[in-house]
C-alpha cells in the first residue's frame, strides 16, 4: 500500500528520481561511442591552435558518424519510455519497455539520424563559414540549429506515437515545428533551461538530463497532438452536422415535390 500524505509525497519524488535517473543511465550507456567522442572533446588536449581546431573537427566527425548508430536509436527509446510516463502508464517496465522500443525503432530513428545529422553539418559549417563573414547570417544559422533541434524532438516523440514511413515523420515533424511557433519555443526554452543547469549541476547529466528533455519534449508535443485531435473531432462532427441538415434539407423537398404531384 503506497503510503500518504507528506511520508507518500516523499515516496513519489523518489519514484521519479529513480526513473528518470535509471532510463538516463540506459540512454548514455546505449550511447557509449557517442558519448565517449563528446568526452573526448570536452577534455581536448593542449597544443598550437591549429592542431586543436584539427582534434576538434576530427571528433566531432567522428561523433556525426556514430550518432545515427547509437545515439539516435538510444534517444528514440528513450522518448517511448516518456510516452507512456505522460499518457498515465507510470509504472512500465523500464528496461522491457526501454530495450524494446530501441528494438523496434531502431531502423527507423537510424534512418531519421542519418539525415537529420547531415542537416546539422551542413548548418554548423555554413555558421563556421559565415560567423566572421556575416554577423547577422550567423545568427539565422543559429536561429535555423535551434528549430533544428525542436523538429529533432517532435521527430522522436512521432516516432514513437505514430505508425508513418520515416520521410512522413520527418516532413510532418518540420511541419508542426513551423506550425505551432510557441509550442517550438517552449519546447527550446525548457530544454535549454535543463541544459544550463546540467553545465551549472553537472550530476544532472549522467542521471537527469536527458530524460527529463524527453519527458518536457513529448509532454508538450502531446498538448499539440491532443489540440490536433480536437479540433478533427469537431472537423469530423461539423461534418456529420453539415450531411445531417443536408439529408433533412433533401427529405422536406422530397416530401414537398410529393404533395405537389399529388395535388395536382
Known sequence: MEPRGLMGGFYRISEWIMRLAVINVLWLVCSIPFVFFAWTLLIAGTGTEAEMLSQVYMTLIFMAVVAPFTLFPATAAMFAVARKWVTGEVDVALFKTYFRSYKENYKQSMLGGIIY????????????????????????????????????????????????????????????????????????????????????????????????????????????????????????????????????????????????????
Open 117 to 264: 545529422t547531415l542537416l546539422f553539418t551542413i548548418m554548423i559549417v555554413d555558421f563556421i563559414v559565415y560567423r566572421e563573414q556575416l554577423n547577422l547570417l550567423s545568427y539565422i544559422f543559429v536561429a535555423f540549429l535551434i528549430l533544428l533541434v525542436v523538429s529533432l524532438f517532435n521527430f522522436f516523440s512521432m516516432l514513437v506515437h505514430y505508425h508513418m514511413k520515416t520521410f512522413q515523420l520527418l516532413k510532418n515533424a518540420v511541419l508542426i515545428t513551423i506550425g505551432r511557433p510557441f509550442r517550438s519555443l517552449s519546447t527550446a526554452i525548457m530544454a535549454g533551461a535543463v541544459l544550463y543547469f546540467s553545465t551549472r549541476f553537472t550530476f544532472l547529466i549522467p542521471f537527469f538530463m536527458g530524460s527529463i528533455i524527453a519527458y518536457l519534449s513529448y509532454w508538450n508535443f502531446n498538448l499539440i497532438y491532443q489540440k490536433l485531435q480536437d479540433q478533427a473531432e469537431k472537423a469530423r462532427l461539423a461534418e456529420e452536422e453539415a450531411a445531417e441538415e443536408a439529408a433533412e434539407l433533401d427529405r422536406v423537398d422530397l416530401i414537398k415535390h410529393d404533395s405537389d404531384n399529388s395535388n395536382k
